[in-house]
Each structure stands twice: as structure tokens, then as C-alpha cells.
């Protein structure tokens, strides 16, 4: 069997630099898992994993930084800008679109 896991940082002798979403044999997953270079995730079979809303600026950036909801973000307003590929005024449009969300 194989397991889904994200590989959270590059893995010396592997091709892996970080942020991959990659199956592997259950041996070598668990064996990642457990040394810190990957999580399990859950196989959504092409689900679309991002509950985010459709149209929030950024949108695949914050579901990659484990961003659930609107209220999530509202509450991290001040942090969002520590994300790498968000700046200033990404930032501004997230903030506008999540307060005047409404779902």
C-alpha cells in the first residue's frame, strides 16, 4: 500500500526539496513521518483540499500555510505578511476580501 504525505523539508539522497505532495510505500511514509521530513495527509481523491473561498487573493498560499477559514485569517491579520509569497499589499486585498466575505 502507499500513503500520501507532504514533505515539509529536502531529504538528503532524495529528490525532495519541501512542499511536495508525493505517495510513497507505507514503509518509506512512516519512516519520513516519524523522522520529521514529511506529514501525512488524507487522500482526497481529487477533492479539492483548499476549503478556502474561491476568489480570496493568495488563496493557495494560505491553504498551504494551513489556513481552514476566513475567521482564521482575520485572526492572523498581523502575521500574514511573515508568509513567504505574501506581501504588503496581498495582505490589504486578503483583508478586504475576508471582511467583506460573506458565507
Same mark, same amino acid.
Given at each position: 500500500m502507499k500513503m500520501l504525505?507532504? /514533505?515539509k523539508k529536502p531529504i538528503k539522497g532524495y529528490g525532495y526539496y519541501? %512542499?511536495? =505532495?508525493?505517495s510513497l510505500p507505507?514503509?518509506?511514509a512512516a519512516r519520513l513521518?516519524?523522522?520529521g521530513f514529511a /506529514?501525512? /495527509?488524507q487522500d482526497t481523491? %481529487?477533492?479539492?483540499?483548499n476549503v478556502l473561498p474561491e476568489g480570496l487573493p493568495a488563496r493557495a498560499i494560505l491553504a498551504g500555510n494551513g489556513f481552514t477559514?476566513?475567521?482564521q485569517i482575520l485572526s492572523a491579520r498581523? =502575521?500574514?505578511e511573515a508568509i513567504e509569497g505574501i506581501g504588503v499589499k496581498t495582505v490589504e486585498k486578503i483583508i478586504s476580501f475576508c471582511e467583506e466575505y460573506e458565507g
Open positions: 504525505v507532504k /514533505i519541501g %512542499g511536495e =505532495t508525493v507505507d514503509e518509506d513521518v516519524n523522522e /506529514i501525512l /495527509i481523491e %481529487g477533492e479539492d483540499e477559514s476566513v475567521e498581523e =502575521t500574514l
